[in-house]
């Protein structure tokens, strides 16, 4: 209840694309991290950027620092992440941006081909991955973020069965060595 008195408008432009319940989940995230962490961290979903760019666009949101913004531009296909200099060295953008679906966030689930509701889902990750990017340079923990327990999990599973695969490669070649001599 209290999150929500102060919520301070951090979805600052959404052409319909978010849902209520994602853009309500976002407002809780960016709240708490602004309270916690002084960062204002704002999400910006575009149906086109038209004549402008995504860059002309976030200059023309005039954030002042400490800021970060996900943009994202549908039809252009485009999403950016922007921060001042030193709310950039809080997270690693570069990962969260990564097109590989064991690093990043955003592209993986943009450019999958599964599902009816990939903005929602990757502009959520996103958004929650840079909250939790922020709180973990300053210590903080974040009681309303999504967690990454599915990450989490499929990594496990990644490490069973590489390390599996590994147990049985080096379990056959000790038992022909064995055999030889």
Known sequence: MQISLFAQNFVIKNDQILSDMVVQKIEIIGTELKQKSGVSL?????????????YDEFRSLNLKPPYAVLILGKNE???????????LKLFDKERIL????????????LTSKNGKDIFNA????????????????????????????NKTTLNFIRLLVYGSMAFVVVFIIYRKRAKRG
């Open 42 to 54: 704002f999400l910006a979903a575009y149906e086109t950027f038209g004549e402008r760019g995504i």
């Open 77 to 87: 296909h485009k999403v950016e992440i922007y921060a001042d200099e030193e709310t």
């Open 98 to 109: 990564s097109p590989y679906p064991e690093r990043g966030t955003i592209l993986p689930i």
């Open 122 to 149: 990757a502009l959520l990750n996103g958004y929650a991955d840079i909250a939790e990017g922020i709180a973990a340079s300053q210590n903080i923990t974040l009681e309303n973020s999504i967690g990454n327990a």
